[in-house]
């Protein structure tokens, strides 16, 4: 999934995702960033995640245009 941080503190690792495709908000889960070039995130920061089964955000990610299928890429570049 892709999404934008809506907010993060990072003395408490909480903070919120909203997906891009219909707005749906997520708490982060706390290993969120375990394993990610993320050492924190910013309010606006663009992410690609996943849900765990909990329902909360993890395994983020950066995104790139290509990741998070641009109108403007060719579908065959689109991952």
């Known amino acids: 999934m892709q999404g934008v941080i809506k907010s993060y503190d990072p003395g408490t690792r909480l903070g919120v995702v909203v997906r891009d495709t219909d707005r749906s908000e997520y708490d982060l889960a706390a290993d969120a ?42 579908p065959e570049q689109r991952g």
Request: no cysteine; net charge negative.
């Open 33 to 74: 960033l375990a394993g990610s070039i993320f050492r924190m995130l910013r309010q606006g920061q663009r992410v690609v995640f996943e849900l765990d089964d909990r329902g909360l955000a993890t395994r983020l990610r950066l995104g790139s245009e290509v990741d998070m299928g641009s109108p403007d890429d060719p």
